[in-house]
């Protein structure tokens, strides 16, 4: 994935501009971005705030450590259930 060279606090506030009322031309001129690249952010960062950037982030963190104990979990399981079977 591409990395962007703008941190996420920098695009929220480059939309808070838009949302001050500047022109989303002015904007995209200003900081050297694409119309296309600013509305992506917009439906992607659209209305947040730092602090909800930060849960988000958070949340995000969390739902992927939780993902890869289900894996071992569900890996694990499989296991000592191929083991039983090879019993019987």
Do not use: P
């Not at 849960?55 to 894996?71: D, N, P, V, W």
């Amino acid at each position: 994935m591409k990395k962007t060279r703008f941190t996420e606090n920098q695009i929220i506030a480059i939309l808070k501009e838009g949302e001050a009322g500047i022109q989303v031309k002015e904007i995209c001129r200003t900081h050297g971005i694409s119309d296309a690249t600013y509305y992506n952010w917009r439906s992607k960062y659209g209305g947040m705030s730092a602090s909800d950037l930060k849960r988000l982030k958070e949340t995000e963190q969390e739902l992927s450590q939780l993902k890869r104990m289900y894996a071992d979990i569900a890996l694990e399981n499989r296991a000592l259930k191929d083991l039983i079977e090879k019993k019987l």
